[in-house]
Structures are given as structure tokens and as C-alpha cells.
């Protein structure tokens, strides 16, 4: 039944719908550049959402984890055969996505008889110079994205461009890995309220579809309410940040931060956090 | 598959082969002559090489690096065909850094020897013609344990460890009888040797290899050449730079007879 192009079109936009509504309960993705490379955060639920895949490569999900684990075996894999047949400089973050997974995660979406990945997928890449730190997003249906400075997973479009443009705003010159870990947790914050925001516009939308519902775009919180959103809902669950560091020695730059590092580094605000 | 995370078996997938065994022709020296040396001190294990790559009669070069590291924790000191053996570090290289980030754990210090082992038999067709003979030692600290470890291989793949000290090379049958009456009958104990009079002990032990094998390069204080001395304790694999180990070879090693 699909043969027909206007069917075809019709069932890849169920598909985007399906796609759109498995994110809903997701946790955002932020990275971000700092003085000494690039951080990442997230608060996971059970499995973790943040990987380390090459030397200077981490890998940042939204999603199935079993999906996630899928494309993240795939890079491993694709990394760690052009390092030892190449070299290590010659694994790119740019090459795994564009030449690697990214084809990989449209075909799926495209060959609508099949499941396709119920992913986002963020990479990192420390680069030799912190000009050529690159930031990487591919999307369920497999458009990808270069960025540079930031870069955020979330669950709507509408969230994500509020995220960014938090980052954006607030990102001064430099950054150390403490601000840069605050500043984070923020936009990640933002995202998360966001997703909130937009789940219960809908259900108020579908309760009363007249009115109301319009004033939906509030303002962004202030630092407090946003600490204080990341102290409720991370007190549960896990806060998970990793780094790509420049000067770590050896040759593995990608390194979790432990709970003593994170007690270390996190404002007073969000110490209880860690304690869970 | 990748679910076990074991990078060998995936290059093998992909057409990939360790030493292809090929006759030795004549008048093709090989380079393989060397000493390595690795002994347990106080803090954890010593493991040391000279710098020579020989092939025949011939010096190919003076810097060689046959001590390497192949993660944080673990050292490879390499005897034999130099061009088999970086491949083989490159693999493990690799095998770890792939399990560690697909299986989210640290490959243990038992697997790590064991995938040794599995690469020197894969390589024993090369080995027994000629052309791809390896036999290394490999050092480290069993972060689990706690303790330092060291091992031996022969060329077809059976591990032992050396309990306390382990050699392998042209010049090693020279300072095999030196580390154990060091060991025996010596002041004290090599494991309880602090840490700058293990170094030294190693500088006497290969100036005593180079002194009775041709292919074991000495220290060549001219050419600032000193031997490649790498640590490994709790902390991880420190290597000994060449400006620590040249006064101690000047006060401790050298004799002006």
C-alpha cells in the first residue's frame, strides 16, 4: 500500500509523529566548550546516556537505549578499525557521522516497513586545537548538524532552540569547568522545563481548546528556579557529566566525572544532588 | 560480534591477518637482537630495554623504543622481530582501549595476558619460519590486587610469570645470573629496593649486557643515549626521563678503573 508516493509521504509523517511523541519523556543533552575542552551533561534514569567512543570522541543520546546502544556499537566499531588500520588522528567525529551512522539512521527511517532508531545522537570532538573542537547532532531521521561553541539534544524543536539560545546568551569569552557545569545544568533546566511546559500546554489544549493556552511562552526562570528544577528532578536519578580534556595525559582525553569531582565543581546550591 | 568486545576478532572479520609466515631468504639479515629486563621493586615493577635494533652485524639504529605502553597500567618490553612486535603492541593497544568502551569496564589484568597469548599463537606460522618471531615481556599493576606483575612469554604463546624478575633477548643469559644472586645473596631483596637504587641496578645490569653482546647498545654518554626505563606503581607507567637517569649513572654506574 505503500507504493504509491502519496502513501509513502503520509506514512513517513506518522512516522515523525510516532518519532516525536518517544521523546517526550527524555532527558535533555547538553555540550558545551570550556577553557580545558568540552563538557557534557545529562540526568539519565537507569542507563546511562553519555559514552566515550575514541580518544577524543564522546557520545552524547536521547532515545531507546537499545537503539542508542546499536549506532554507539557502530561507531565503536568504525573508530576503533580506521585508528589501528589509519591512525588515531585520522578518526574524525565528522566522518563517523556523515559517512558512518547518519545514512545508517535514514535508511531505517525511510524503509517505513522497518522500526526505525528512536534516537538523537550528540558527538563530541576534542580537537588538537580548541578551534577545532566540533560538536555534532543527528536527528532520528538522520539530518545532521555541525556546530561549533554549543550544542543541546531535547525533545522539540521549540525546547532546543530555547536551550541553545540560553547557551548562547550566556556563554562568556571563557569558561571554567565550574561555570561551564552551572551553566549546563541551566540550559539543561530549560530544556526540561520546556518539555514540561509543552506536555501540559497539550493536555490544557486538549481539556479546553479555547483559551489559555497561548501564554505558554513565559519568559526564562531565573538561575534559582532552574537550580532548584535540577535539584528536584536529579535528586532521583543520575546527574551524568563527562569531559574531553585537553590535557589529560595519555592518550584517552574522555573521562567521567565522579561523584568527588562533581562535589567539588557543582554551586552550593546543587550539592545535594551528588549526594544521591 | 561486538558484543564481546574483542577487537581482534573483529579485524579478523575484516580480512585482517598477524604475520603472514613467509621462508627467510638469504642474505636478508633480521633485525631482532636486544636485552629487556623487568623486576619488581618497592613501589611496584621496573621494566627496562636498551636502544640498539641490530640486523646481523649491523646497527640499524640507536633509539628504538622497546619498552611500550600499551594503557595507563601496562607495559610490553619487546625481544625479536621489531616490526611483529609494534604490531602486536598495536593490537593490544587497541583490544583494550575497544573493550574498555564497549564492555564499560576494564579489561581485567588475566584477560589482558591472555590476549597476549592469543596474538603470539596466532603468530607462531611466522615465528617457526623465521620472520616474525616475538618474545616479549609484559609488566603491570594489577590494579584489582593491588600488586605489581610481571610476565613472560616464549614465541609460541605460553605465559609465565616471573616471580620476581623476568629477561628476554641476546644479552639476557648475561644478567639472568646477575638478577639472581642480586636477588639471593644481594644487601637486599630486589622487591624491596626503593625506587632510585632499583633505576641504577638496571643502568649496571644492561651496561653488563652491552658488555658481553654485541647487539645490546650500552649508555652512550657522547650521544646522551641513555637505556628506556619506564615504572609502573599504583599511580600508572612513568617513564624515567633521560635527565634523572644521566646523574645517576655518573655517580653510580660508571667506573673509572
Known amino acids: 500500500m505503500y507504493e504509491e508516493p502519496y502513501r509513502w509521504v503520509e506514512a513517513v509523517g506518522n512516522r515523525r509523529q510516532y518519532l516525536d511523541e518517544q521523546f517526550k519523556q527524555g532527558s535533555p543533552v547538553v555540550a558545551l566548550t570550556y577553557e580545558g575542552g568540552i563538557l557534557l551533561v545529562t540526568v539519565s534514569k537507569g542507563t546511562p546516556k553519555l559514552y566515550e567512543i575514541y580518544d577524543r570522541l564522546a557520545l552524547g543520546g536521547m532515545g531507546h537505549p537499545t537503539d542508542l546502544e546499536k549506532l554507539r556499537f557502530s561507531l565503536l566499531e568504525m573508530a576503533h578499525v580506521e585508528g589501528f588500520n589509519r591512525s588515531p588522528s585520522d578518526v574524525t567525529g565528522s566522518r563517523l557521522v556523515k559517512y558512518g551512522i547518519a545514512p545508517v539512521i535514514k535508511q531505517a527511517f525511510e524503509e517505513v516497513y522497518k522500526a526505525p532508531f528512536i534516537v538523537r545522537i550528540l558527538v563530541a570532538e576534542l580537537g588538537q586545537k580548541p578551534e577545532k573542537d566540533a560538536l555534532l547532532t543527528i536527528n532520528y531521521d538522520g539530518t545532521f548538524e555541525e556546530t561549533t561553541g554549543c550544542a543541546v539534544l531535547a525533545a522539540t524543536p521549540a525546547a532546543q532552540t530555547k536551550m541553545t539560545a540560553y547557551l548562547k546568551e550566556q556563554t562568556p569569552a571563557t569558561l571554567s569547568l565550574e561555570q561551564a557545569l552551572d551553566l549546563a545544568l541551566r540550559a539543561w533546566a530549560i530544556g526540561s522545563l520546556a518539555h514540561q511546559q509543552e506536555e501540559s500546554d497539550q493536555r490544557a489544549e486538549t481539556e479546553s481548546s479555547a483559551s489559555g493556552a497561548g501564554a505558554a511562552a513565559a519568559a526564562i526562570p531565573n538561575v534559582d528556579v532552574l537550580r532548584e528544577h535540577v535539584r528536584s528532578i536529579a535528586g532521583g536519578r543520575t546527574l551524568e557529566c563527562a569531559v574531553l580534556e585537553r590535557q589529560a595525559p595519555g592518550t584517552s582525553k574522555y573521562r567521567s566525572l565522579k561523584p568527588a569531582d562533581l562535589s567539588r565543581l557543582l554551586p552550593k546550591a546543587l550539592q545535594s544532588v551528588v549526594a544521591n | ?257
Open chain 2, 1 to 257: 560480534m561486538g558484543m564481546q568486545g574483542d577487537f581482534l576478532q573483529l579485524l579478523k572479520e575484516q580480512g585482517y591477518t598477524l604475520g603472514t609466515p613467509t621462508a627467510v631468504g638469504t642474505g636478508h639479515a633480521l633485525t631482532n637482537a636486544t636485552t629487556i629486563l623487568a623486576f619488581k621493586y618497592r613501589d611496584g615493577v621496573l621494566v627496562a630495554g636498551d636502544r640498539r635494533a641490530t640486523a646481523g652485524n649491523m646497527v640499524m639504529y640507536d633509539r628504538t623504543d622497546k619498552v611500550l605502553e600499551i594503557d595507563r597500567y601496562s607495559v610490553m618490553a619487546i625481544a625479536g622481530v621489531p616490526a611483529t612486535a609494534y604490531e602486536m603492541v598495536r593490537v593490544l593497544e587497541h583490544s583494550f582501549k575497544y573493550y574498555r568502551r564497549t564492555q564499560l569496564q576494564e579489561l581485567s589484568f588475566d584477560g589482558k595476558l591472555r590476549a597476549i597469548s592469543k596474538l603470539l599463537k596466532d603468530n607462531v606460522p611466522a615465528a617457526l619460519a623465521g620472520t616474525g618471531a616475538v618474545v616479549p615481556v609484559f609488566a603491570g599493576y594489577d590494579l584489582e590486587q593491588g600488586s605489581a606483575k610481571i610476565y613472560f612469554y616464549d614465541i609460541l604463546g605460553a605465559e609465565f610469570e616471573g616471580v620476581e624478575y623476568a629477561v628476554s633477548g641476546s644479552g639476557s643469559p648475561t644478567i639472568r645470573g646477575i638478577l639472581h644472586y642480586l636477588n639471593t645473596w644481594g644487601d637486599q631483596p630486589l622487591n624491596q629496593l626503593p625506587e632510585e637504587q632499583a633505576m641504577v641496578q638496571a643502568l649496571r645490569l644492561l651496561t653488563s649486557a652491552a658488555e658481553f653482546d654485541s647487539a645490546t647498545g650500552g649508555v652512550n654518554r657522547e650521544a646522551s643515549l641513555y637505556p628506556v626505563i619506564k615504572l609502573i606503581t599504583g599511580a600508572g607507567v612513568q617513564t624515567i626521563p633521560d635527565a634523572t637517569l644521566k646523574p645517576l649513572y655518573e655517580s653510580q654506574v660508571v667506573r673509572y678503573v
